[in-house]
T-cell receptor
Framework: AQSVTQPDIHITVSEGASLELRCNYS??????LFWYVQSPGQGLQLLLK??????LVQGIKGFEAEFKRSQSSFNLRKPSVHWSDAAEYFC??????????FGAGTILRVKS | GAGVSQSPSNKVTEKGKDVELRCDPI?????LYWYRQSLGQGLEFLIY????????KSGLPSDRFSAERTGGSVSTLTIQRTQQEDSAVYLC??????????FGPGTRLLVL
């Protein structure tokens, strides 16, 4: 069965510092991979996605992620975090029919 | 409209009552998904509609839950005889076949 692991429940970074959120997946075929962000009381907003091709994908708000098949990972990165990036981040893998299996989420706090 | 819309945004009901949650998809999106987000279980897939195909109901937690999609557009998720454990945020997402899913803002259901 498909699964997604986000090992960090909470992460705190200082504004202007770099960020990496970890995501590991388990899936038997070539995965569709996604990162979504959720602000309090809001729905999920797509940050970026990987379907095929270049393993380094660029997203909105200055985020990027790298697909590493050998490590079954799809980590999210941002070189300089802004206070407005504080939110919860979800990694997801597209399973049969592309229904999504989500990780438990990582809550990002940004210190000023 | 420009995005996925859901109504109501909030719903408070009494245990044992039935509730209906509505999702209006992005125009042209043939795929429609329902997910549930709760503190204990995270984000879970409930049901998936694709065009005129039979829906994938594999995520529905009990026979109290049902959903329909009329005319390939609007979808309604119905929960009969609500229980307190049904309290959650119900998210609808739509997309084109096997492509990115775009989420609505969700319906926050509280069962007293």
């Amino acid at each position: 069965a498909q699964s997604v692991t986000q090992p960090d429940i909470h992460i705190t970074v200082s504004e202007g510092a770099s960020l990496e959120l970890r995501c590991n997946y388990s899936y038997g075929a070539t995965p569709y991979l996604f990162w979504y962000v959720q602000s309090p009381g809001q729905g999920l907003q797509l940050l970026l996605k990987y379907f095929s091709g270049d393993t380094l994908v660029q997203g909105i708000k200055g985020f990027e992620a790298e697909f590493k098949r050998s490590q079954s990972s799809f980590n999210l990165r941002k070189p300089s975090v802004h206070w407005s990036d504080a939110a919860e981040y979800f990694c997801a893998v597209g399973a049969n029919g592309n229904k999504l299996v989500f990780g438990a989420g990582t809550i990002l706090r940004v210190k000023s | 409209g420009a995005g996925v819309s859901q109504s109501p945004s909030n719903k408070v009901t009494e245990k044992g009552k039935d509730v209906e949650l509505r999702c209006d998809p992005i125009s042209g999106h043939t795929a429609l998904y329902w997910y549930r987000q709760s503190l204990g279980q995270g984000l879970e897939f409930l049901i998936y509609f694709q065009g005129n195909s039979a829906p994938d109901k594999s995520g529905l937690p009990s026979d109290r839950f049902s959903a329909e999609r009329t005319g390939g557009s609007v979808s309604t998720l119905t929960i009969q005889r609500t229980q307190q454990e049904d309290s959650a945020v119900y998210l609808c997402a739509t997309g084109r076949y096997q492509e990115t899913q775009y989420f609505g803002p969700g319906t926050r259901l509280l069962v007293l």
